[in-house]
Structure formats: C-alpha cells, structure tokens
C-alpha cells in the first residue's frame, strides 16, 4: 500500500495568514492526489482533485500543487471557515490511502 | 443535487452483523462507482471497499475482506455494506461516497453522506 504523509499534524495560524501543508507519498503516485476538508462534526469535502485542480464551488484562496511523491497544500488568506481538519488521498493505486490529517486552528 | 443517506448504524456484540444502507438521490447510482470509508472515533480516514459502476465489480481493503459484502441495487438507488464478525476495531462512522468520475472507478470522492456510526462492542 502507498503511505502518505503529512506535516504537520496541526498548525495555528491568525486570520489572513497564509497556511501551508504538505504530503509526500511512499512512491511516485504522479498527479493522483486529492485534497479534502473535513470540518468538526461533518462529512469530507472535495477541495482539490489532480493535484492541482479546484473543485467546483470551492474559494480561490484554496491551492494545490505537486507531482511524483511531493505535494503542497495552500490556503492564501486563511479564513474562520477554514478551521477543520485537511486530508490528502491518493488514488494512483488501490488500496487509495490518506494521510493522517492536518488540523488548523486560529491563533 | 447529490444526496447521500446513510443508515443502519448502531451497537453490535463483536461477532455481531449489521447492514449499512446509502440512499443515493440527484443523480444514477449505476453510472458511478461507490465506496464506504470509516473513520474510527478521534482517527483519520479509511477506505473500505468499493463497487464499479460499469461492471458491479468490488473491491475491498486487507482489514474487511471476507467479513464485509459491498452491493447495490440500482432499481433502489441504493448502496449498501453487509458487515459479518465484527471487531472492536470495526467501530467507526461510515460514510458512503460517489466517485467524482462517470463510469470507472477512480476511488476520488466528491459526495459523502453524513456518515452512520457503528459501535463494536460488549
């Protein structure tokens, strides 16, 4: 199975910082990364499909970038809103795995 | 608009069985692959097993295979997770998704159901 990392496993940052996240892989999974929000109490949320790409609906401040086995998560400005838990997946081979998740809070 | 329901959930003696069911609504449970992922309390996400749309083929993590049976009945718009033997580590909440592409499986998930919690215990 491909195990997936991710750093750090929770952050605080103050409203309008920009926050950053990253997830490498055991291999090279090329651009097979997604990117989810889950916020307390609720379901998972598409933000980020291919690496790269930003699903519909979802706030420009919201960024993904990466290939092979090193990948970046960026949120611009960071908002209240935003207070959840991240999870990077990928789905280059089954099992899809996830990292362990990354929680952000405000300072 | 998608909308997925979970239900079934609740206490078991491990041993025990339980069926999970996903009521899929806004869109064509046949031309999407599903899958279940859990989330045991206070952890991060699992994957579980998924079903193809095209063919109904299945697939399933090292963790529930041969105890746990993915289906669905297209004519129901419904999914489901037959849970046979369960185990303590078995409690999570289970959450049913869509693949976000038509047709394949892809194991991307860009609708998830409010999830369903199962309780393994004595």
């Known amino acids: 199975d491909i195990q997936m990392t991710q750093s750090p496993s929770s952050l605080s940052a103050s409203v309008g910082d920009r926050v950053t996240i990253t997830c490498q892989a055991s291999?090279?999974?090329?651009?097979?990364l997604n990117w989810y929000q889950q916020q307390p109490g609720k379901a998972p949320k598409l933000l980020i499909y291919?690496?790269?790409n930003l699903e519909t609906g979802v706030p420009s401040r919201f960024s993904g970038s990466g290939s092979g086995t090193d990948f970046t998560f960026t949120i611009s400005s960071l908002q209240p809103e935003d207070i959840a838990r991240y999870y990077c997946q990928q789905y280059d081979n089954l099992p899809p795995t996830f990292g362990g998740g990354t929680k952000v809070e405000i300072k | 608009e998608v909308h997925l329901l979970e239900s079934g959930g609740g206490l078991v003696q491990p041993g025990g069985s339980l069926r999970l069911s996903c009521a899929a609504s806004?869109?064509?449970?046949?031309?999407?692959?599903m899958s279940w992922v859990r989330q045991a309390p206070g952890k991060g996400l699992e994957w579980v097993s998924s079903i193809r749309g095209t063919d109904g083929a299945t697939y399933y993590a090292d963790s529930v295979r041969g105890r746990f049976t993915i289906a669905r009945d297209n004519s129901k718009n419904t999914l489901y997770l037959q849970m046979n033997s369960l185990r303590a580590e078995d409690t999570a909440v289970y959450y049913c998704?869509?693949?976000?592409?038509?047709?394949?499986?892809?194991?991307?998930?860009?609708?998830w159901g409010q999830g369903t919690l199962v309780t393994v215990s004595s």
């Open positions: 998704a869509k693949d976000r592409i038509v047709t394949t499986l892809s194991a991307q998930f860009d609708d």
């Open positions: 291999q090279d999974i090329k651009s097979y």
């Open positions: 291919d690496a790269s």
């Open positions: 806004g869109f064509t449970l046949s031309n999407y692959a």
